[in-house]
């Protein structure tokens, strides 16, 4: 019987280890995965710490090359329109050349009175001044013959390549045939419709 009971205490105490080391298991199994958890909390902490770093440093370099590309753009841009201003000057330089050459020319007459019977035909009002460069006051005869009673006044100020301007101050009209505004006009052309733009 004693035999018995020493069994029966031996398969106890087994039992009792059996629980114990089952319940060891299960708790280094929880404390092992407790751990595993909190190395991946920490794993992602980290690295969403780093991608945001990372993110922003990227960020700062997106800036300084936009930055940079900006003004680069600009210095080039600036370069350009200097350019254009230039090529626009010499052109202009030249077209006052030729402007002058043609205006001494024989065919220059036979311009100058156009436009003043162009001023006739749209712009005969009473009253009205005539303004042309020096050397054409001596078409003063004709341009009377051809608009009627006016005044013809040089002003080297208002034309100096050629043409007229009519100025009627009670009717508050100006009429600008110069040779001056058309060249004026080819630089506004030259902005508008060249395609020689930088935006």
Known sequence: MADMQEDKLELFEQEIMQRAQAQRDAILKEAEQMKRDALGQEENRLLDESFHRIQSQIDEIKTENIKEISR????????LFKQREQYLSQMIAEARVELGSFAKSERYEAYFLGKIRELAASWKLEGSTIKVRPEDTAFEPRIREIYGDCVVEADAGAVSLGGAVLVNRERGVEVDLSLDAALAG?????YRGSNFNFD
């Open 72 to 79: 680069e753009t600009l210095a080039l841009k600036k370069e």
């Open 186 to 190: 080819q630089r506004e052309w030259f």
